[in-house]
Structure formats: structure tokens, C-alpha cells
């Protein structure tokens, strides 16, 4: 969620507390938890997060249609070993896109729609099991299902990485000039920004970000953290790290408002709100802007800053 006003946050912590109990809300539209068994879907979760949204007038961006994450794929053990025709796997994938997208029409203003189908090694497309199902096809019938339902969302292609692997990008900008092209609705490139404090540097960022917004789209920061302690040596963040981390959350914004032109700004979320939230504090770490007691550290200070 992004925040429309000043977040409320003990407000928002009680929510939390009481509604998703083990899940932790960015994982509750993935379409393990949105549709378990074929046709059934869950919205109980999504229902409380968008009515939560909606009474606090706040943004939600919604996360994700089309995903297969890498070793937990966060999908449905049905739809992982579906068997059909591409037809059918097309039914499939438009069932479940228009399903959750039209039930959230005008409260969900924008979509990952697709997120993560770009490989690491080459920017390919990713043989996940949509791809294996219907070849390419499942791209252009994504961004068309999803805009069926709700043609005033914006609709996003969302990955990881773009600064530090170009090629990356490249993948990204081949399949959206092509979606383009044949007057796909797709709207936005999402950038997730899981970003070290010293890596990527700041004319990688910048490149990226200036290469997305050359394409016309919206450039979006969809899950911004920044980790302190990849090596795995420190036991708290110290004063030094709590800087640098700053430092780097100030890069981003910087380059975000400096090479992304207003109009095609879609904004910034960051993956979570107080560092024992985020999926990668277990390390430990502590990668977001408020601490374990919901203090603004430096780096809060540094995004307040930057934005001017
Ligand atoms: C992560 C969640 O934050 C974790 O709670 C979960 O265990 C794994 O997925 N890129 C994405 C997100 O697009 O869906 C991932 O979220 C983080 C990386």
C-alpha cells in the first residue's frame, strides 16, 4: 500500500495483528491464498486490506496475477500441475485475473499483473508453468484480462534487479515495445528495488530508471527495502549502517524523481513498514524505515528529505 495521506500507523499495526495473524499482507494476493482450489477463491484477507484502504485513504497497488516465485512458487499445487490445451490454460489464467481484478474495480489502482517472468541469466521469459501452458500468449492475455476487468487500472510489468542486470531490462523493454505495438494495455514498469546499501550504485539506478521512462510507461517502485547486513556480521544496526542505508534510500529517490518525469511517476512503496516485518529481517537485518518499536530511523529521515 502506498500511502494517499500520513499513514496511521498503530492503526494499520492492529489490522495487522487481528486480520492476518501468520501472513503477512503483501502475500495475500498471491494465487495460492487468492484461489486454493480451482474456482474457489478466498478473499476474506483481501476484502479486510482493500476495505482498510479504502476507509484510510490509502492507495493500494495490487501483488500479483501472474507469479511463480523461484523455490516457494506462492501458487496453488492445482494450477502449478494443471494439464490442458493452451485454450484451457488461457481459461485458467483469464478466470483467475478477472475474477480478483473486477472484484476490486476503482478501490485497487493498479496491478503487478505480471511479476518476475524475466530470467536472471539472459532476460528471457521465464518457462513458468504459463508460459510451458500457452507459450508467450500468456503476457498479452494477462495485461488484456486484467484490463477487461478493470480498464481504469494501471496495469504493471514488475521484476527485479533492472539496475544490476541490464539485460534484464532490455527483456522488459523488448516485451513492452512489442505489447505497445499490438496496443496491449499495459501501463507501468515496476521496479522491486530489493537494493544492498551499496549496491547497486547510483549510475546504474539512474540508467535503469531513465531506460524505463524512455519507453513512455509509468515507472513505478513497488518494493523498495534496502539491506544493511548481507554478509551476515553484524548483530544491530549500528549508527554507520543506519547512514549508509540512508544514503542509498536517498539515491534512489533522487534518481527516481530526477529521471522519472512527473506524469509518469506511479509512485513508491516500500515492502513492508517496520524492519520485523520484512522477509528478509531474519538474517538479521533490517532493511525498512521504521524500527521493531516503529521509530523513523535515518533512512525515513533520508526519504523525507529527498523528496524534498
Ligand atoms: C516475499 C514476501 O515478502 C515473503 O513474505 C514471502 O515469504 C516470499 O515473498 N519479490 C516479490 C515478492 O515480488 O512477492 C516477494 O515477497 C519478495 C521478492
Given at each position: 500500500m502506498s500511502g494517499g495521506n500520513v499513514l496511521d500507523r498503530p492503526a494499520l499495526q492492529e489490522l495487522l495483528i487481528a486480520e492476518f495473524d501468520e501472513l503477512?499482507?503483501?502475500?495475500?494476493?498471491k494465487p495460492d491464498l487468492m484461489q486454493?482450489?480451482?474456482g474457489v477463491f478466498d478473499f476474506s484477507h483481501s476484502d479486510a486490506l482493500v476495505d482498510f484502504a479504502t476507509s484510510s485513504d490509502t492507495r493500494v497497488h495490487g501483488h500479483a496475477l501472474v507469479f511463480q516465485a523461484?523455490?516457494?512458487?506462492?501458487?496453488p499445487e492445482w494450477m502449478l500441475n494443471f494439464q490442458g490445451t493452451p485454450d484451457e490454460w488461457r481459461a485458467v489464467l483469464e478466470e483467475h485475473i478477472e475474477t480478483i481484478v473486477s472484484r476490486y474495480a476503482g478501490r485497487i489502482?493498479?496491478?503487478?499483473?505480471?511479476?518476475?517472468?524475466?530470467?536472471?541469466?539472459?532476460?528471457a521469459i521465464r518457462p513458468i508453468v504459463w508460459q510451458q501452458g500457452m507459450g508467450d500468449d500468456f503476457i498479452e492475455a494477462s495485461f488484456r484480462a486484467a484490463h477487461r476487468a478493470d480498464p481504469n487500472a494501471d496495469l504493471y510489468l514488475n521484476d527485479y534487479k533492472f539496475p544490476d542486470l541490464p539485460h534484464k531490462l532490455d527483456g522488459a523493454i523488448e516485451i513492452v515495445e512489442d505489447l505497445l505495438d499490438r496496443d496491449v494495455p499495459i501501463h507501468g514498469i515496476g521496479f522491486q528495488?530489493?537494493?544492498?546499501a551499496d549496491f547497486p550504485k547510483e549510475d546504474q539506478i539512474r540508467l535503469a530508471f531513465r531506460r524505463a521512462a524512455e519507453t513512455g510507461l509509468l515507472v513505478k517502485v513497488t518494493e523498495l527495502d534496502v539491506r544493511v547486513n548481507s554478509g551476515g556480521g553484524y548483530q544491530s544496526l549500528g549508527d554507520d549502517l543506519a547512514v549508509a542505508q540512508a544514503n542509498q534510500i536517498r539515491i534512489v529517490i533522487e534518481a527516481y524523481l530526477d529521471e522519472v518525469p512527473p506524469e509518469q511517476r506511479g509512485g513508491i512503496t516500500m515492502w513492508?513498514?517496520?524492519?520485523?516485518?520484512?522477509?528478509?529481517?531474519?538474517?538479521?537485518?533490517?532493511?525498512?524505515?521504521?524500527?521493531?518499536?516503529l521509530e523513523a530511523k535515518p533512512a525515513y529521515d533520508a526519504f523525507r528529505e529527498a523528496l524534498g
Amino acid at each position: 500500500m502506498s500511502g494517499g495521506n500520513v499513514l496511521d500507523r498503530p492503526a494499520l499495526q492492529e489490522l495487522l495483528i487481528a486480520e492476518f495473524d501468520e501472513l503477512t499482507p503483501e502475500n495475500i494476493m498471491k494465487p495460492d491464498l487468492m484461489q486454493p482450489e480451482r474456482g474457489v477463491f478466498d478473499f476474506s484477507h483481501s476484502d479486510a486490506l482493500v476495505d482498510f484502504a479504502t476507509s484510510s485513504d490509502t492507495r493500494v497497488h495490487g501483488h500479483a496475477l501472474v507469479f511463480q516465485a523461484f523455490s516457494n512458487p506462492q501458487m496453488p499445487e492445482w494450477m502449478l500441475n494443471f494439464q490442458g490445451t493452451p485454450d484451457e490454460w488461457r481459461a485458467v489464467l483469464e478466470e483467475h485475473i478477472e475474477t480478483i481484478v473486477s472484484r476490486y474495480a476503482g478501490r485497487i489502482e493498479s496491478w503487478d499483473v505480471v511479476n518476475e517472468i524475466l530470467s536472471d541469466e539472459n532476460g528471457a521469459i521465464r518457462p513458468i508453468v504459463w508460459q510451458q501452458g500457452m507459450g508467450d500468449d500468456f503476457i498479452e492475455a494477462s495485461f488484456r484480462a486484467a484490463h477487461r476487468a478493470d480498464p481504469n487500472a494501471d496495469l504493471y510489468l514488475n521484476d527485479y534487479k533492472f539496475p544490476d542486470l541490464p539485460h534484464k531490462l532490455d527483456g522488459a523493454i523488448e516485451i513492452v515495445e512489442d505489447l505497445l505495438d499490438r496496443d496491449v494495455p499495459i501501463h507501468g514498469i515496476g521496479f522491486q528495488m530489493h537494493v544492498l546499501a551499496d549496491f547497486p550504485k547510483e549510475d546504474q539506478i539512474r540508467l535503469a530508471f531513465r531506460r524505463a521512462a524512455e519507453t513512455g510507461l509509468l515507472v513505478k517502485v513497488t518494493e523498495l527495502d534496502v539491506r544493511v547486513n548481507s554478509g551476515g556480521g553484524y548483530q544491530s544496526l549500528g549508527d554507520d549502517l543506519a547512514v549508509a542505508q540512508a544514503n542509498q534510500i536517498r539515491i534512489v529517490i533522487e534518481a527516481y524523481l530526477d529521471e522519472v518525469p512527473p506524469e509518469q511517476r506511479g509512485g513508491i512503496t516500500m515492502w513492508g513498514i517496520s524492519d520485523p516485518d520484512s522477509y528478509l529481517s531474519g538474517g538479521p537485518d533490517w532493511p525498512l524505515l521504521f524500527d521493531d518499536q516503529l521509530e523513523a530511523k535515518p533512512a525515513y529521515d533520508a526519504f523525507r528529505e529527498a523528496l524534498g
